[in-house]
């Protein structure tokens, strides 16, 4: 979707708007959100500034424990060309030496390089100059007279907070980066957004009208499935129906015995009565159902004039009517046609097709299980002869039938 490159999306703020760079030319920009700066040995730097022999000897002594390289430098004037030049983690300042020399330098630090951080080492401070010194930016003061440990775990949290205010800025550094391609490409974002915007809603459209079509089904499912009866089983699925279709004349024929005959099961009319409607159900009957039982159809007629004719009688009762026609199939066979029409002023919606493909397998299943049962239903119990009835008597064959039956059950 975004018109960058990943890759590119990544790099240090230095790569954008200065590809023509000399690379070798370091400006403050350079070490805002890079990696941190180290030695040949990839070992963190520390510029040390205003020590003496022996404190220079006894910080020695630290960063050798912990792995940190160390550069001395007499001046504080010195601190920020030395970082800018060379780069450092720390920077790490003599207590002797003016705070007010410093503060200016430490906050010019804060500005360019924040992950660079600012020590004071020397003796134990006194409470008001540790609070100016934390107030000008110090990080830590470093007491000579504690022990190795000590010095060397203060050493470690600062080479720590350096490291996390590093990636704290590369994140900004990136973000940076993305933002100005998001900028240059902002009218192509926007458009895609949009269109994936316009995508959504269809698809979360589409998930709700299929939500809703499950819970019809199921609906319907749980009303038919307690009906045992064909007579309650279309009146209850035509019940149904009907509160999604609105009022409407419509007719169900059910399959007859041969592959080609039907009969009229359910009859629902609206501004049709049955005796008037009488000539078109029977031509529905014999020649339009066993015709729509061989599809799996459903057939729309918004202008039934030429159905008509077909049909070759005199149906007036579909003048000016819309007719919706479809077969419930269970498997391979049809277990049902249904037809429904009425005037035009009232068309049927066009999200009725969706609804009648959801419910009339449904239908078709509970007829199916229906003539299952009525089979079922029908079963002769064999009669069991007895094993001695050559050799019994008429009227013991007699006393024994019960037994035998008894036996068989």
């Not at 030496?97 to 500005?111: E, F, G, K, M, S």
């Not at 934390?134 to 050493?155: E, K, N």
């Not at 895609?192 to 915007?197: D, G, K, V, Y």
Request: charged share 30%; net charge negative.
């Amino acid at each position: 979707m975004f018109p960058f490159d990943a890759e590119e999306g990544f790099r240090s703020s230095k790569d954008f708007g200065n590809d023509n760079a000399d690379s070798n030319h370091l400006t403050p920009d350079d070490l805002v959100g890079g990696e941190p700066h180290r030695d040949a040995d990839g070992r963190p730097v520390a510029l040390c500034v205003g020590f003496d022999l022996i404190s220079s000897a006894r910080l020695s002594e630290a960063f050798e424990e912990i792995s940190i390289v160390g550069r001395f430098e007499e001046e504080p004037s010195v601190i920020m060309q030395a970082v800018l030049a060379g780069g450092a983690d720390l920077v790490i300042v003599h207590d002797r030496l003016p705070l007010a020399d410093i503060a200016p330098c430490v906050t010019q630090l804060r500005r360019v390089t924040p992950a660079v951080k600012v020590l004071f080492a020397g003796d134990a401070p006194t409470g008001g100059r540790l609070l100016a010194a934390m107030r000008a930016g110090i990080v830590d003061w470093i007491d000579f007279g504690a022990g190795d440990r000590d010095l060397c775990a203060r050493l470690e949290n600062a080479l720590e907070l350096a490291k996390e205010e590093r990636r704290r800025d590369e994140r900004v550094a990136r973000l940076k980066g993305i933002c100005r391609k998001l900028s240059d490409g902002r009218g192509e974002i926007v458009r895609e957004a949009q269109q994936a915007a316009g995508h959504m809603a269809e698809a979360l459209e589409d998930v709700r009208e299929r939500i809703d079509e499950a819970a019809i089904v199921g609906e319907f499912r749980g009303l038919i499935s307690q009906e045992l009866d064909v007579e309650d089983l279309l009146r209850t699925s035509m019940q149904y129906l009907l509160t999604k279709t609105g009022a409407t004349n419509a007719a169900v024929f059910l399959p007859g015995s041969r592959a080609d005959q039907f009969g009229l099961g359910a009859y629902v009319h609206y501004d049709c009565p049955r005796a008037s409607a009488q000539p078109l159900l029977q031509r529905l009957c014999d020649d339009v159902c066993p015709k729509l039982a061989a599809t799996d159809d459903l057939v729309r007629f918004a202008d039934t004039s030429e159905f008509i004719r077909s049909l070759g009688i005199e149906a007036s009762v579909l003048d000016d009517a819309e007719l919706v026609a479809w077969p419930a199939r269970h498997g391979n066979e049809c277990m049902g046609v249904f037809f429904l029409f009425r005037n035009k002023s009232e068309p049927f919606r066009e999200e009725l097709a969706g609804l009648i493909d959801a419910l009339r397998p449904v239908f078709a299943a509970q007829m199916a299980k229906l003539v299952r049962v009525h089979h079922r239903s029908n079963f002769q119990w064999p009669q069991v002869q007895s094993e001695h009835a050559d050799d019994a008597s008429d009227a013991e064959e007699e006393d024994d039938s019960g037994e035998e039956w008894r036996r068989a059950a």
